[in-house]
């Protein structure tokens, strides 16, 4: 049987070199990582996992690096890393950075000092210096970045979606709420949206909306109404957003979806308790929150990752605020 | 100036006994931890904050435990938790238990094993004995316990408050929807409604929900109305549940509030973003989530502790599926 030695003299790297790639200990660089892991399967190793459980038993935690948990759509995100990573032993440490840099920065810190195997972060803040000097591995989730492994959804693709589907069901006049323009996502879905509205015969106007907070959202669905009282479309930044949006429309008296469509962003668990049922741009944050908890385990773990920017499909989740589909207006 | 050998003096125990209550070490009883509370107090001793600092540097770790972090109650809890745990300089471990006893048990032992010092649990397992035989303190949140220090909201009351204000607003066929049998929380509320509703001269129902997850609850508001087709007043066990039936309610063609009043319990933040939004009883769930962090800091730090189960009060958030007061029916 092959031991570890075999491993390291086939993989041309020290015994020392291999232990830290199995037990997470330490950098390994991607490269010799590979080699390990290729040794590994040529040569049919088993490492003792009774022994390894036994020497990491203290470094199975991982940090998870929020914006705040109170927005719905992040407990989702949160309970698929959890269920991933409890799956594979591991234990969760949990931090809301607020979108702050100072507080995210200190987060990262203390998550180093408790001697975290690695951190899944969902924040958006644009300077991500102090995750490179890390010596583990760290996912991006819900954040399009090239420098690091990260997984998504495809918010281009959701802004297209939502502008195709309600033209299809005959809005002609699509107020397109912008979400804060310092947050990727949100920007990514509202080019989506611009670059699909452009190519079509249709008026619209633009609506910047500064943040995702209830309170935030009762105001700009009042604003919305008042500059632009004729629009029969409104493609809402995210959920959240769009509750507002439709509260203010009913309380206005408009008829949902006859004189007003409105298509949200997310499929938070209560847009279908809404009344009439949110129509929105599903992002599968459950299974996000998954990936990025796999990915990085294999990236603890030394495996080989084949891709490391994981994109996955968003979908249109029809319901009550939107048309029937050839009912157009 | 006062030393820690004074303090063990006054106090009449050994330097190790004041050097474990100081530092979160190891269990002291309860009278040791008053006797050196006092002895510190009477001596001004002022116990050097760096060396502390340094020397428990590794065990600032805080464990809560929660059912379910999709419920959008307990996200509200959780950031209480952080904030003021953040504010003293501890970090979070943070498990779902899914209601579930393996689960609860095998998360308690892998806090003890990442050598947190203390846990806060909103579980709500009947079977707490794994919880005895901790060498750190315990607090029970959203919970309602003899045997542990807790923190949770006056449901006996929030009951009895929902059934006066749908009363008082004209409600005279009330139907009280009781929330899971397992759930003591749940239970008090319903306890409090019943214990009000019988002394009043008013019909009622009562209909059972097993559970507060979104799917059941709208199973629950069809149910409803088959069986009680003329109910003029609801009592929700939770505002998930509460807008199942508000949802429920309006797809079948009935007036908000002029043929139905319909009451929530929690308050949770889309409640308000309803249209009509949901009149309900709200817990102070994020206070509550401070208060019990506090609890349980006070109690690492070793500091005497006047009041062991803590009771916040609830209140009538008046909105649009009640009647105005006085205008009743």
Redesign the interface.
Known sequence: MATIRDVAKRAGVSVATVSRALNDKGYVHEDTRKLIHDAIQQLNYRPNEVARSLYN??SR?IGLLLP???N?F???L??GV?DEIQAHDF??????ADEKPEKESEYVH?FK??HVTGIISATSNKDISFYDELSFPVVFLDRTTDQHPSVYADGVDGGKMAVRELVRRGSKRITLLRGPVELKTAQDRFKGAIDEICTLNVEFNVMNTSSFA?ED??ESARELFERYPDTDGIIASND?VA??I??EA??TGKGIPEDLQIIGFDDI??S????P?LSTIRQPAYEMGREAAGLLIKMIQGKAVEQKNIKLPVTFIERQTTRKDGNNG
Chains 1, 2 share one sequence.
Not at 91 to 96: A, P, Q, W
Not at 272 to 275: Q, S, T
């Open positions: 038993k203290k935690l705040d948990i109170r719905p992040f407990p989702e949160a309970r959890e234990r969760l440490m949990i931090g809301n203390t000092q408790n209830f959202a009762e959240i509750a507002a439709l509260h009913l309380r668990p209560l279908k308790l809404l009344y049922s």
